[in-house]
């Protein structure tokens, strides 16, 4: 004899049945599940609200710390020309199809994606490379971050005062050799971060956020002015807008491309979910095609804005722009300190960073935090919990990177360096790749589906003509930077 009836488990539908022993087992009606969470589900009080967040998940240290000095390093205005150039061409396509698989799904990546495949595929499984890519992430960006609040609270305090250029050069290293006062900022800002997230979405991440954007904005607006009213300015304006195609020519310019091919394609974090969260909690009042040239505004204004602070008082205090990834933290605050008001000046710089950093922090653990819920049906505190200990304690290994790790090495790679060489050179463009082949491919959710998604609403629309470039040209494209940047 068997039976079946329906139940109430958690506020989802069951059916229960009777095996052979007479033993009661069940089994969960997933459309209800689903339809449960899309009802639990929260989103952005307003459109403003999803730009921001969104633009602030994109905008981080790729844009104020690593875009500089990739600009100084090959040949000033050219790479600028060609990293606008790709940006079009590769950074709006891709993130348009992150977008889209969030925005029809209304789940995150695993779920999201199990939900547009067709029956018996797996593209699905991709969600478990971008947790691993948005946690592995977090576990060194949050390291960053913790310096970019070091330096802020140092200069804020006036300890760069009084101290000569040779002692100033050496704080850097002087900082991050102290683990524990390393560790006590990575500390607070993983605190903060899940703090915020713990409020949700609108009350915690979108309110939080909307504040740091629109400060970050008003910081760029007065350090700029000020770096371009500096003595001696006008050649570093001109070193960074007026194109030198003579000095792109001695960089090499097959370099200076690929460098800004591969920075306009990572400088928006695409291929591990991040962005997808958020067109998740998206509404369809416009289309994702309009949303996503806003936000790539948003991400470029700061990445060009950025370099207007820098090069003006790099010229203007006769330092050599191309200084690499020491260009923030040691030949900047040197420049502060020389400065009239440099104290001033050197705190709103760093705040400017802590700003820029955060909102990346705050956004994708957002999407660590929305996984865990979709997926194993937690609460949100729960949750919060839960990523707050993981991302807490994978942070430190990179802390100690610069201490007493500081000569563990894997093929000539600190800590931090392997971390960022996983996810920037392989989990980015790989998941790229996978969303690309995803949305325009017919094995995949398909181009007809991903382009009525993309074009739903009021706003620009992508065009079906751009089919056949998405689908055999724009894959070769990320398959050049995954190849070159590994080998590279």
Known sequence: MRCSFFLSWHGKRGNVRFDRQGLPSYTVDLSEVEEQIMEEREGFNNRLG????????????????????????NGGAVFVLFYLIFLVLMGVPVLTMELAVGRASGLTVMQGMKKLEKPG?????????????SALLMMYYTTVSGWMLAYFWKFLKGDFENIGAEELGKSFDRLTGDTGMMLIFVAIVV??????LSFGVQKGLEAVNKFMMIGLFGLILALVVNSILLKGSGEGIKFYLLPDFERAAASGWIHVISQSMTQAFFTLSVGIGTMEIFGSYMSKDRTITGESIRIIGLDTFVALMAGLIIFPACFSYGVEPDQGPSLIFETLPRIFVDMEGGRIWGALFFLFMVFASFSTVTAVCENLVRTFMDNLGWSRIRSVIANFF???????????????????????????????????????????LVFACFCCWKFGWGAEKYLEET??????????????????VLPLLILFILIKSIFQ
């Open 50 to 73: 999803f730009i921001l967040v969104s633009a602030g998940c994109a905008i981080g240290i790729g844009n104020v710390w690593r875009f500089p000095y990739m600009v100084g390093e």
């Open 121 to 133: 595929h797996k593209w699905h499984m991709h969600g478990w490379v971008c947790v691993i890519g």
């Open 191 to 196: 605190v903060l971060g899940f703090l915020v």
């Open 390 to 432: 993981l991302i807490l304690f994978g942070s430190v290994p990179c802390v100690l990177g610069f201490s007493i790790w500081k000569d563990v090495e894997v093929g000539g790679m600190n800590v931090l360096s392997l971390e960022d060489f996983i996810v920037s050179n392989i989990l980015l463009p790989g998941g790229s």
């Open 455 to 472: 074009n739903t609403g009021k706003g620009i629309r992508m065009s079906p003509k751009l089919i056949p470039y998405f689908k055999y």
